[in-house]
């Protein structure tokens, strides 16, 4: 751990937004797709939920990898 910089509070503040402005960009995009996907098809309501969950889950996995390459440095 001797070669490690120190995490400074700003930059860890900084990522910590960067990630919660991950998972909702995911969730929003998500939901305007599950959107259009229920009014083009003519479903009620079934792909909007899916779709969100699915942002979701790719939000959460999008920052992971954001956490590890902020680890790694």
């Known amino acids: 751990m ?4 120190p995490v400074k509070p700003l930059q860890m503040a900084a990522m ?4 919660g402005f991950e998972i909702f ?3 929003i995009i998500g939901a ?3 959107k259009y996907l229920d009014g083009h098809f003519g479903f009620s309501h079934l792909w909007l939920p899916i779709c ?3 942002g979701f889950l790719f939000g959460l996995f999008s920052c992971y ?3 590890k390459s902020f680890m790694k440095d």
Request: charged letters at 10%.
């Open 52 to 54: 969100a969950v699915a």
């Open 25 to 27: 960009a995911f969730i």
């Open 32 to 34: 305007f797709v599950g």
């Open 65 to 67: 990898y954001t956490l």
């Open 16 to 19: 910590v937004s960067a990630m």
């Open 2 to 5: 001797a070669g490690k910089k």
